[in-house]
């Protein structure tokens, strides 16, 4: 069966005059979406179009379906990143990866995340700073998530764990570090009532990703009483993602920062 071109085969062609121009641009826009079977259809351009890249929600796909589509993403652009694993998924990702020496195979069991990579693929490290903070241990997976996706798009993260208004005394040294390390954007994480994101808005100068959680129970369960609280924060600056949407708070912080970044590199050259 005949191999599936590559952008590497379109810019070899294109160097060695074998393809025009208009010819070149036509094959890299058809490469920019890739079908896997009759089951997806990739996004491989999207890193380049939006620095974001194809994060595969693997919840809600069989195991076969998630690492073929895995695969593929390996295959096209040296990276594929399986959000919302479980043991099954982790499993069929061994099975198909692990023993396969071109690829290196990262799990992040807390974050629920599987990142596959070509041994030969190469993330530069983009200058931008995320802070993320969880309110109680019971919002770590959730803030683990956003951790994991802001260093996938190139992001140094620092990161505080159970420093929720409950005892709020473990606040102050958390943002007293975030805050030395000049951080770009702050990550906020919290269930219950969603009381944290307001207090860190109230107290720093950076753009606050709230993600309330559904460890509530009772009135509000499900994360409704902690999503109310923070769209209704009177602290402004705070920006509200879905209920344990880890993976949007990861990905719109490490944008900002990514930015910032590339803003003040600019200014320095």
């Known amino acids: 069966m005949e191999r599936e071109i590559s952008v ?10 074998k393809i025009s121009v208009d010819e070149a641009e036509k094959l890299l826009k058809l490469f920019l979406i890739q079908e896997v079977g009759n089951i997806a259809k990739l996004d491989v351009g999207r890193e380049h179009r939006r620095g974001l890249p194809e994060i595969i929600l693997a919840e809600g796909k069989t195991p076969e379906d998630a690492v073929a589509i895995a695969s593929k993403l390996v295959e096209n652009s040296g990276r594929a990143i399986l ?75 620092v990161t505080a764990y159970d420093v929720g208004v409950a005892g709020i005394h473990r606040l102050f040294p958390a943002l007293k570090e975030a ?31 709230g993600v309330p959680t559904s460890t509530g129970y009772g009135v509000g369960e499900k994360g409704m009483s902690a999503l109310t609280a923070m769209l209704q924060a009177c602290a402004l600056g705070i920006t509200v993602v879905n209920i344990d949407g880890g993976v949007a708070a990861g990905s719109a912080a490490a944008l900002m920062a990514n930015r910032v970044a590339r803003k003040t590199r600019s200014k320095s050259d």
Request: with cysteine; hydrophobic share 40%; glycine share 8%.
């Open 179 to 209: 805050i030395e390390k000049d951080i770009d954007v702050v990550v906020v994480v919290a269930g219950r009532e969603g009381a944290l994101p307001s207090v860190v808005a109230g107290l720093v100068d950076v753009p606050v990703i």
């Open 83 to 157: 959000s919302r694993i479980n043991n099954e998924h982790i499993k069929a990702v061994h099975k198909k990866f692990q023993r396969d020496p071109s690829t290196t195979v990262h799990i992040h069991e807390s974050a629920r995340i599987a990142v596959i990579r070509s041994r030969d693929y190469h993330a530069d490290k983009s200058g931008g700073k995320v802070g993320i903070l969880a309110a109680g241990t019971s919002d770590i997976p959730v803030a683990e998530e956003a951790k994991v996706i802001a260093e996938e798009m190139g992001c140094e993260t």
């Open 8 to 17: 590497r085969d379109v810019l070899e062609k294109l160097a060695k005059g």
